[in-house]
């Protein structure tokens, strides 16, 4: 890393001191021409675009100010779904007398800190500066500011290019709550450096982060209380799985306080302990508080202003269907650009951003966006949101999960899929909760953006048995549906006495079908 200039670290890190990502970044090569593409910020979308570009021949360069892999890889999917996997096999173990097998559960935290970190170490490598330079591209350690349309300075270099990628991702919001900022509290930042598991935990916000931690600390053993100001936990979510994931989380012992801002923070003097005060008046004590009340763009100190580039009025920085900005020669993607903000988007979005950028094409975004959220039951959903508000026209059809064999078996049927359809049985949306629904949800985005209809899905054989039949048994039920209305019924029905007639003919003439080819 000779030559660079370290950048802050992020606070948080799993695995402490320099990392493979940090030690990996070479040092900022001498410049005869400005960059095809300057990359800012080595996440997801930083490195997705980088790569991209660098593989169509572009001379691209990644500035990286941390680590490389960003909060997917340190802070974000990847320890919480290790941190929730240890959790749900406690659950289960657990919970197994249910299907007659009992066992004393006994979590080991700082073993479960363990898996989490290794998760994390194994899969690094792909995200490494190394991996990162295979595609040819040149990645650097060091804060980049944009100081001009075509220009940044990367900690006291100037660096000058034809094009940029905005690629910065976000951080946890810290809303001006009276006393929050004095609570030393958790963030997804900096939970993975508890080495105990907290006694008494309060998770402000229910949205995904609140309920996936939450979930995860109750399931280890943690006292967990959720505050959380809207009526329904996962608010973006269709209310039936808000309400199931409800009840999952008060069956493992959560108290979830729904339609309960919290108001005020008393830290109490000297310790990571204290008392949150509700907007009712009501006050909740904890040991460790953990934030989850949304996120913030990282656009503080990039320089935006001086390169052209306009925020929207959250503070996100604003891009057209193509992904380019408000200056021609930046684009965007990833968290930076607002919700919806998922892994998955961040690295499809920049690598459509890189190719519009050094291809000089005009592609847009893809608005069909699966999401999963991972607690138990798992809730996945894509495409029009089902619910109670659904737009005109647009009707569900719903299969409870003890009507899909699996989960019978399995003894997990609190779930469902419902699919929205469209007046012609297009599907156009759908919500799946439970087991390995974010698994079952692929096929249904495919169709989506295939405009596949029931029928289709319908006519292609699932195995037997998997949760996948709760797609196809939904996709069964509206076919059936609209063989039973009049129209088709009277045209099936016909068919069949056309059929039993000419049958009937036949048989009085003495042969069979396939005498009278033979006799040909
Ligand atoms: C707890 C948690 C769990 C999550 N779970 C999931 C999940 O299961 N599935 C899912 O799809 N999504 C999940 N997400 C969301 C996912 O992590 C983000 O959507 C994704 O990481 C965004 O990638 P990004 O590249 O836009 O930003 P980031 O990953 O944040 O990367 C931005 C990078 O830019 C760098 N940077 C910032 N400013 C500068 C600068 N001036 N110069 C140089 N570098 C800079 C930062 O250091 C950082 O490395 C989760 C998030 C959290 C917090
Ligand atoms: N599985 C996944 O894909 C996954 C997992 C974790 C995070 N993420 C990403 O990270 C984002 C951020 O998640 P998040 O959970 O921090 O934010 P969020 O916006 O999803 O949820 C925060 C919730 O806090 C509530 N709230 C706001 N102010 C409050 C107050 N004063 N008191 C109590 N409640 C209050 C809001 O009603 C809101 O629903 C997600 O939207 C998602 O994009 C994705």
Redesign the pocket.
Known sequence: MSGTVA?PT?SGSPVAGPTASEAGAAPLPPQEQPWDLLV???????LVGAQTAARFGARVLL?????TG???LW???VP??SLLAAAHLAAAARDGGRLGVLAAVDVGFPEVVEHVRAAIRTIEPVDSPAAIEESGAVVVR????FTGPGSADVDGRHVAFRQALV????GPALPPIPGLDRAGALT?ETVWDLRELPERLVVLGGGT?GC??GQAFARLGAQVSVVHSHEQVLPREDPDAAALVRAALEGDGVDVLTGSRAAAVEPDPGGPGGTVVLADGRRVGYDRLLVALGRTP?TR??GLDAAGVELDGHGCVRVDAHLRTTNPRIWA????TGPP??????GVRAALAASNAVLGLRRSVDPVVPR?T?TSPEVAAVGVRSGPRLPAGLRTETVQHHHVDRAVTEGETAGFTRLVLDSRSRIVGATIVGPRAGESLAEVALAIRQGLRTRDVAGTTHAYPTYGDGVWSAAIADVRRSLASPAVAGVVGGLVRLRRGWLDLRGRAGRTPGQARSAR
């Open positions: 950048g992020v800012v910020g080595g996440g997801t979308a930083g500035v990286e100010r941390a680590r960003g909060d997917c802070t974000g999917c919480s779904k060091g804060t980049a500011t690629a910065t991702g976000s997804s982060i996936e931690l990282r100190g990039l993607a990833g968290d930076v903000q998922f892994t998955h988007l961040a999963v991972f």
